[in-house]
């Protein structure tokens, strides 16, 4: 499966029967030199649209939100350990959480890489 995007900027890539999740390259663009991430517990669940995790940079401090519901399976620590990660990989190495959908078919409602790189360019 391709990576699938949303609004608010989070990627979603099928990892097996998980979902990785992460913040887009664009969004760590816009965000500048991060320094700071929180991320919720393995075991946590939530509701597609939910906060589920904390970005801060020395411009600001960023909401990330759950693209699709489910519980957290695996955390990313290194990212936690090594905020600038996300500035040099947000799309690979500095995912944030491995998620077990409780609604994979919302994944349908996501963005493709074209929609998404035309609604980063033009909002």
Do not use: C
């Amino acid at each position: 499966m391709t990576v699938m995007y949303t609004k608010d900027h989070e990627w979603v890539r099928a990892d097996g029967d998980l979902y990785v999740i992460g913040i887009s390259a664009h969004a760590a663009e816009q965000l500048g030199d991060v320094v700071f991430v929180e991320l919720p517990e393995t075991g946590k669940t939530f509701a597609k649209g939910d906060d589920m995790a904390v970005v801060e940079s020395v411009k600001a401090a960023s909401d990330v939100y759950a693209p699709i519901s489910g519980e957290i399976m695996e955390v990313n620590s290194a990212v936690v350990d090594e905020p600038g990660k996300i500035n040099e990989d947000a799309m690979g190495a500095a995912w944030f959480v491995k998620i077990k959908p409780s609604n994979a078919s919302e994944i349908d409602a996501l963005m493709d890489e074209a929609a998404y790189k035309d609604f980063a360019e033009n909002s």
